[in-house]
């Protein structure tokens, strides 16, 4: 299943469900339903409807058709209608002939009576004209088809979003790889450095440095040992690394268990900066909050 992003925009325009016809038949000029969705990243689905008048009575519909297709973010639905002139509409030579026979038996009863003028024909045309109106339109399909391009295209984001947090992941891996011999190495020298310690105060004070005071050097290293060990940091978070890659090959609703996933690997590397006893160990730390950082920001945009 594919890693959708929270983030798209989509739209389309679509004529009336069938060409309206006049009264002779003659197809009339089409009105177009436009409509647009765009989407955000939010905790939850946020629905928001801009509707022209006369279609809102079309919301719960598409309100229910977004919530079976999107999980979440925030999605504004626009519609619109743009019906032609009714006053552009053409007489049809019928419709003349007609108005031209109707006028001539008025006359004969009526001598006097005024003749039709070209605005009162065209007013007449334009009554007999079957003019589209927004009940001629399939909005629920037409934003159906437009729902269909929003979910491509939070498809393809979703992709580029998914592909940006492996190189991430890789880069973590390869930072893990070289904090995990830097404290055995500090271990030693530390060890070295305490022994030699201990020797030198010893033969300043006139003797050798007998048996308790090497268990008491050998018992400082380990407790500096102890102190800096950061392999159980590694091991948590080479699980939590394990655990987002498994996500993203799966794909769907994984939003918010990576937003969880990357708080546990800030808790890691936080720890393990504090732990710190070295500059390569701290600049390790700094460039894997720096990784995290930039994957928080983009886990904020899957869905």
Excluded: C
Aim: net charge neutral.
């Amino acid at each position: 299943m594919p890693v959708y992003s929270m983030t798209g925009y989509a739209s389309g325009q679509s004529g009336p469900s069938g060409p309206p016809e006049d009264k002779e038949g003659r197809a009339t000029p089409a009105g177009r339903l436009g409509v647009e969705l765009r989407s955000v990243n939010s905790r939850y689905l946020d629905l928001s409807f801009k509707l022209a008048e006369d279609l809102r009575q079309h919301e719960p519909a598409l309100r229910e058709l977004l919530t079976r297709r999107l999980k979440r973010g925030k999605v504004e639905v626009r519609a619109a209608v743009d019906l032609p002139s009714a006053s552009l509409a053409e007489p049809s030579t019928r419709l003349l002939q007609r108005l031209n026979g109707l006028q001539d038996a008025v006359r004969a009863w009526l001598p006097e009576a005024r003749g039709l003028s070209v605005a009162d024909v065209l007013r007449m045309a334009a009554g007999d004209t079957a003019t589209p109106t927004a009940g001629s339109f399939d909005v629920v399909a037409v934003v159906g088809r437009v729902v269909d391009d929003l979910v491509a295209a939070r498809a393809r984001e979703g992709e580029r979003l998914a592909a940006m947090l492996r190189e991430r992941l890789a880069a973590l891996r390869r930072l893990a790889g070289q904090a995990a011999p830097i404290v055995p190495q500090l271990v030693e020298q530390q060890r070295t450095r305490f022994l030699q310690r201990w020797q030198e105060a010893m033969g300043l004070a006139g003797g050798t440095a007998p048996e308790a005071a090497q268990e008491r050097a050998l018992a400082e290293a380990t407790a500096f040992a102890i102190r800096i060990d950061v392999a159980e940091e590694l091991t948590r978070l080479a699980a939590h690394l394990d655990e987002i890659e498994a996500l993203l090959d799966n794909g769907g609703e994984i939003g918010k268990r990576l937003d969880f996933l990357i708080q546990e690997l800030h808790r890691e590397a936080n720890t393990l900066g504090s732990k710190s006893a070295t500059l390569e160990l701290t600049r390790v730390g700094v460039d894997m909050k720096v990784l995290i950082e930039q994957m928080r920001e983009q886990v904020q945009n899957i869905e």
